[in-house]
C-alpha cells in the first residue's frame, strides 16, 4: 500500500488532499463440522480453500478557511472504491448420516465484489464569545455495492454437476446534519445542547437461479436532540446528559411492507469523577443503542453451497446498551470494572433447515437479553530505557440460549494477558515487543479455545523526525489462529480458521511538512455510516 498527502496554506486558506491505495492477497483455509443431532445423527463437514485479493483506493481533497480565528469553514470529499476477488474458491462437502457417508462435493468457483463510496463532508465552526461557540456539520453518503458468485458443485457419488449463479446489486444513500452550541458559563460550569437529523435510503435487487429472488427496499429517518452539563462540586467533577431518538423505520419486499415500526427513547448518561491525593476515581453510567447494519436488514441469501445458505433479517430489534463503568488510578496502576446489560441482543446462528436436517442455514437472531462482567488491570512503570505495559483483562458473561426447549449456558470466563515493552535504545532506534495470550472461554454462543501472538518492531527518525522508518513483524510464531465451537440447541458447530497472521510490514513515512492545522469538520451521522 502507499499513501500521499498534500497541503496548501495560506495566511486562512488551507487546500489539502490525500490519496491512499492498497493491494493485498491472502490466502485462507476454513474447516467447519457441523453435528445436528435427532432421530439421525447429521454430520457435515466443510473445508473450503479461499484465494482472495483486494484492490482499494482512497482518494480525499478538501478546503478550509479561517476567519479572524473565529469562523471557519469548509468541506471535504472522499471517494473509496475497493475491488474484491475470491477466485478460485474451492472446498470439499462430506455429508454423514449415522456415520454413513451419503454425500461428497466438491465445489469451486469465483466470486467477485466492488464497493464505490462518495462522502461529501461540510461545515461550520464558529466562536461569538470566549464562552459560546457553535458547530455545524452535514453528511451526503452515496454508496453502491455489488457483488457475483459463480458455485460449481460437482457430486463423486451421484457423478452429477451443479452450477448456482448469484448476483447482488444495493444502493444507499445517506443525507445527515448535526449542530451542537456549547456555553462555558463559568471554569467551573458549562453546557451543551445539540439536534441532529439523518435519513438513509437502501434499496436492491437479489438473483440466483437456485435460491429465492429478492428485491428490497430500506428506509430509515431519525431525528434527535441532546443537552449535556459539565460542573464541579468542589473536588467533584460531575457530568450529566440526556439524549432524545426519534426514530421511522421502513421495509419493503417485492413492494410489500415487511417492516413499518416507529422507535422512541430517551437514553441518560452520568459521570462523576474524584481525585483524592495520588488516587483518581471515576464512576460512569450510559444508556445508548446500536442498530443492525443495512446491508443484513433484508433476505438476501449468500449461498456457500447446497448444503449451506446464510441471510439476513429485516425484522432484527436495534440492541439497547447499558454500561456502568468503575475505574481506580493509583501512580503506575488502574484498575476497571464493568458491567453491560444488552437487551434484544444480537448474534448469530445456526439451525438445521426445514428442507432437510442435513442443510444448515446461518442468519441473525435477537436474543431476550445478554449481561458481561468485565475486569482490567493495568500496570505501566518505565525502568531505564525499557517501559513495560501490562494488561490483565478477564470477562465473564451470563448468557443462555433455549432452542427447542434445549438450553444451552455460555458462562466459562475468559481471561486475556497482553504485555507491551517499549525499549528507547541508542542512535534513536525504538523496539516494541508485544506478547498476547488469552486462555479461551466463551464469548457470545462461541467457545474459543486458547490462543496468542508476538509481534516485534523497530523503527528510527531521520532528518529532524521528516523521515521515519518502521519494520514490523506480526504473529511471529502463527499463534493467532484461534478453534471455535458452537453449541445451539441440537447442533454443533468447530470451526478452524488458517488465515495469514503472520507477516512483514515495512513502512517508510517522509513529512515533507508538518502542517497542523486539521480539518475542523466531524460526521453528522458517524453511525449511520458505519452501518453502510
Known amino acids: 500500500g502507499e499513501k500521499i498527502e498534500m497541503n496548501y496554506h495560506h495566511e486562512g486558506l488551507n487546500v489539502f488532499a490525500l490519496y491512499g491505495f492498497q493491494d493485498s492477497k491472502m490466502r485462507e483455509v476454513y474447516d467447519l463440522d457441523y453435528q445436528i443431532a435427532g432421530d439421525t445423527l447429521w454430520q457435515q463437514k466443510d473445508i473450503s480453500i479461499y484465494h482472495k485479493k483486494s484492490l482499494s483506493h482512497d482518494l480525499t481533497t478538501g478546503i478550509q478557511y479561517d476567519w479572524k480565528k473565529k469562523h471557519t469553514v469548509g468541506a471535504r470529499y472522499r471517494f473509496v472504491t475497493n475491488d474484491f476477488t ?39 465552526q464558529g ?73 438513509v435510503k437502501g434499496d436492491g435487487i437479489f438473483l440466483s437461479n437456485a435460491v ?45 411492507t415487511t417492516v413499518d415500526k416507529n422507535y422512541s427513547n430517551l437514553f441518560p448518561s452520568l459521570s462523576l469523577s474524584l481525585p483524592i491525593k ?33 441471510m439476513g433479517n429485516p425484522a432484527l430489534q436495534p ?43 446461518t442468519s441473525f437472531i435477537n436474543y431476550p437479553k445478554y449481561q458481561q462482567l468485565t ?14 505495559n501490562l ?48 486462555t479461551g472461554g466463551n464469548m457470545g454462543t462461541d467457545f474459543y479455545e486458547p490462543y496468542g501472538n508476538i509481534d516485534v518492531g523497530l523503527r528510527k527518525s531521520f532528518l529532524n523526525e521528516a523521515l521515519q522508518i518502521s519494520l514490523w513483524g506480526y504473529d511471529l510464531g502463527k499463534w493467532y489462529d484461534p478453534v471455535t465451537n458452537e453449541q445451539l440447541g441440537r447442533l454443533h458447530l468447530r470451526r478452524y480458521a488458517d488465515t495469514e497472521t503472520r507477516y512483514v510490514a515495512l513502512t517508510i513515512t517522509w513529512k515533507f511538512n508538518n502542517f497542523k492545522n486539521k480539518y475542523k469538520g466531524q460526521s453528522a451521522a458517524s453511525q449511520e455510516m458505519n452501518r453502510l
Open 391 to 438: 494488561a490483565i483483562t478477564t470477562y465473564k458473561q451470563l448468557f443462555s440460549t433455549n432452542f427447542e426447549e434445549i438450553v444451552n449456558n455460555y458462562e466459562k470466563p475468559v481471561f486475556d494477558f497482553t504485555l507491551y515493552n517499549y525499549f528507547n535504545l541508542p542512535w534513536g532506534l525504538i523496539l516494541n515487543i508485544d506478547m498476547c495470550y488469552n
Open 375 to 388: 475486569a482490567t488491570l493495568i500496570a505501566a512503570y518505565k525502568i531505564g530505557c525499557w517501559t513495560p
Open 278 to 310: 495520588d488516587v483518581n476515581m471515576s464512576l460512569n453510567f450510559s444508556n445508548r443503542i446500536s442498530r443492525p447494519a443495512f446491508s443484513i436488514l433484508n433476505n438476501n441469501i449468500s449461498y456457500t453451497s447446497k448444503f449451506h445458505q446464510e
Open 212 to 256: 429465492p429472488n429478492n428485491d428490497f427496499m430500506n428506509r430509515e429517518e431519525k431525528i434527535a436532540a441532546f443537552a449535556s452539563t459539565d460542573f464541579m462540586l468542589k473536588k467533584l467533577a460531575v457530568a450529566f446528559g440526556l439524549r432524545y431518538e426519534y426514530v421511522k423505520s421502513k421495509a419493503e419486499e417485492y413492494g410489500e
Open 86 to 124: 475470491n477466485n478460485p474458491a474451492t472446498g470439499t462437502y462430506e455429508i454423514y448420516a449415522n456415520g454413513v457417508l451419503t454425500e461428497q462435493t466438491n465445489t469451486s468457483g469465483p466470486n467477485f465484489s466492488d464497493t464505490k463510496a462518495h462522502q461529501l463532508n461540510a461545515f461550520y
Open 127 to 199: 466562536t461569538f464569545t470566549d464562552k459560546l461557540n457553535l458547530q455545524v456539520d452535514m453528511d451526503y453518503v452515496k454508496q453502491n455495492q455489488g457483488h457475483n458468485s459463480e458455485t460449481r458443485e460437482e457430486s463423486l457419488l451421484n457423478n452429477n454437476l451443479i452450477t448456482t449463479f448469484t448476483e447482488n446489486d444495493n444502493h444507499f444513500s445517506l443525507y445527515a446534519g448535526k449542530a451542537v452550541l456549547r456555553h462555558q458559563a463559568n471554569e467551573n460550569l458549562s453546557f451543551q445542547y445539540g439536534t441532529e437529523y439523518s435519513l
Open 319 to 361: 440492541e439497547k446498551i447499558y454500561d456502568l463503568d468503575y475505574s481506580i488510578g493509583y501512580k503506575f496502576l488502574q484498575f476497571r470494572l464493568n458491567y453491560q446489560y444488552i437487551k434484544d441482543y444480537i448474534s448469530l446462528y445456526t439451525q438445521p433447515s426445514d428442507v432437510s436436517q442435513a442443510i444448515t442455514l
